[in-house]
Antibody
Framework: QVQLVQSGAEVKKPGASVKVSCKAS????????INWVRQATGQGLEWMGW????????GYAQKFQGRVTMTRNTSISTVYMELSSLRSEDTAVYYC?????????????WGQGTLVTVSS | DIQMTQSPSSLSASVGDGVTISCRAS??????LNWYQQRSGKAPKLLIY???SLQSGVPSRFSGSGSGTDFTLTISGLQPEDFATYYC?????????FGQGTRLEIK
């Protein structure tokens, strides 16, 4: 079945970087974009950006420009999201989600989420 | 950025009830509106896409309607597993934005 499996929880210090992976299976990896969405505890969903596993093209929300990098490794069907200069406000669950529907205009499925905790 | 506003923020209902959740966009988004369900501690799950299309495998008690700026999610005959948080999402333009969520609780 189609699924996205993410890497495990991370604890980082302020100023550090974190790299979260998202491994796809059950479909042609290069055929669908991957989006990243984060959710702080008890809060709503915040879109961070997307990457094309086929071309490597990316698009980032302005809020994260300069701090986020999304990459992929097609040989292992995995995309990565790296967030740098971490601060306490970046503590959240980070999800990857496949762009589905026409033009990738909906997200399905989602990964299980990766908790990133930023604490000194 | 397009702002998405859901109402109510929370509501209580009983098993078997019907409920409606509204979502309003700050500008017209055509039918680029999706609905997700998120159970506690789980990833969101797509319910409705393109405003009114039911995702495969989702029970038919879920339905969506609307276009332009005003949209609704209707759940008829609530089941115990439906008590969760619901989010609308616009994918008309980037940045993609979500509503703040509607928490559906058991009365």
């Amino acid at each position: 079945q189609v699924q996205l499996v993410q890497s495990g929880a991370e604890v980082k210090k302020p100023g550090a970087s974190v790299k979260v992976s998202c491994k796809a299976s059950g479909y042609t990896f290069t055929s669908f974009d991957i989006n990243w969405v984060r959710q702080a505890t008890g809060q709503g969903l915040e879109w961070m950006g997307w990457t094309s596993p086929n071309s490597g093209n990316t698009g980032y929300a302005q809020k994260f420009q300069g701090r986020v990098t999304m990459t992929r490794n097609t040989s292992i069907s995995t995309v990565y999201m790296e967030l740098s200069s971490l601060r306490s406000e970046d503590t959240a669950v980070y999800y990857c989600a496949r762009g589905w529907c026409s033009g990738g205009s909906c997200f399905q499925p989602w990964g299980q989420g990766t908790l990133v905790t930023v604490s000194s | 950025d397009i702002q998405m506003t859901q109402s109510p923020s929370s509501l209580s209902a009983s098993v078997g009830d019907g409920v409606t959740i509204s979502c309003r966009a700050s500008q017209s988004i055509g039918a680029y509106l999706n609905w997700y369900q998120q159970r506690s501690g789980k990833a969101p799950k797509l319910l409705i896409y393109a405003a009114s299309s039911l995702q495969s495998g989702v029970p038919s008690r879920f339905s969506g309607s609307g276009s332009g700026t005003d949209f609704t999610l209707t759940i008829s005959g609530l089941q115990p597993e439906d008590f969760a948080t619901y989010y609308c999402q616009q994918t008309y333009s980037t940045p993609i934005t979500f509503g703040q969520g509607t928490r559906l609780e058991i009365k």
